[in-house]
C-alpha cells in the first residue's frame, strides 16, 4: 500500500486549504473498512491526531480544530480529504495521513502546512 498526500502549501490565516491522501495498491473493500487518520507535526513537537474516521465512518477531532477540519473520503477514488478552514498559525505543520487496515498500518510522506499571521 502506497499513500500519497497533497495539498499543502502557505495560506493566510483565516483561509482555507483541501489535503488529499491517495491510496494505492490497496482493494477497495479493505480500504472503505480501514481507520483513516491524519496527523500533525509541528516545528519542535511530537506528531498528534487530529482527525479521524473510524471503520464505520464516525468522525473524531482533536478539540483544536473542531468546527473547523472535516475528514471525508471518497471510496471511488480511495482517497481521503482533510479540509481546513479559517486556519490559524498554530496550525502550521507537516500533516501527515495514515491507515490503518486489515492489511497493515501505513503513513503517507507528508505535506508542508505554513499558515501566516
Known amino acids: 500500500v502506497q499513500l500519497q498526500a497533497s495539498g499543502g502549501g502557505l495560506v493566510q490565516a483565516g483561509g482555507s486549504l483541501r489535503l488529499s491522501c491517495k491510496a494505492s495498491?490497496?482493494?477497495?473493500?479493505?480500504?472503505?473498512?480501514?481507520?483513516v487518520n491524519w496527523y500533525r507535526q509541528a516545528p519542535g513537537k511530537q506528531r498528534e491526531l487530529v482527525a479521524g474516521l473510524t471503520s464505520g465512518r464516525s468522525t473524531n477531532y482533536d478539540e483544536s480544530v473542531k468546527g473547523r477540519f472535516i475528514i471525508s473520503t471518497d471510496n471511488s477514488r480511495k482517497t481521503v480529504y482533510l479540509q481546513m478552514n479559517s486556519l490559524k498559525p498554530e496550525d502550521t505543520g507537516v500533516y501527515y495521513c495514515?491507515?490503518?487496515?486489515?492489511?497493515?498500518?501505513?503513513w503517507g510522506q507528508g505535506t508542508l502546512v505554513t499558515v501566516s499571521s
Open positions: 495514515n491507515i490503518d487496515s486489515a492489511s497493515g498500518n501505513y
Open positions: 495498491r490497496i482493494i477497495t473493500s479493505v480500504f472503505t473498512t480501514a481507520v
